[in-house]
């Protein structure tokens, strides 16, 4: 059974920086794909980065040129750098270990606010 830890979570002036780290128990991460999602209040949650076994990267388009997701197999730890953040990137973030294994973490708080 996978287990999935998010930290780095807080609150942010607009324009700041965050980086989120989700630790992964197991021996699975290395081979799996990894994603980060986000939902804010009364919205759907919505892939924000994903990053394959090989790292392969993809992002969602509104944070394309500010976020940049990134792995360490060595500390099954995936991580995501937030940077010139936004109001609108206020939501709760999760990472997920996509596939057959598919697994969730608890969340972290991410809120953008003056």
């Known amino acids: 059974q996978v287990q999935l830890v998010e930290s780095g979570g807080g609150l942010v002036q607009p324009g700041g920086s965050l980086r989120l780290s989700c630790a992964a128990s197991?021996?699975?991460?290395?081979?799996?794909?990894m994603g980060w999602y986000r939902q804010a209040p009364g919205k759907q949650r919505e892939l924000v980065a994903r990053?394959?076994?090989?790292?392969?990267?993809i992002y969602g388009d509104s944070v394309k040129g500010r976020f940049t997701v990134s792995r360490d197999n060595a500390k099954n730890t995936v991580y995501l750098q937030m940077n010139s953040l936004k109001p609108d990137d206020t939501a709760v973030y999760y990472c997920?270990?996509?596939?057959?294994?598919?697994?969730w973490g608890q969340g972290t708080q991410v809120t953008v606010s003056s």
């Open positions: 197991g021996t699975i991460f290395r081979l799996s794909t």
């Open positions: 990053i394959g076994s090989g790292g392969s990267t």
């Open positions: 997920r270990l996509e596939g057959s294994f598919n697994t």
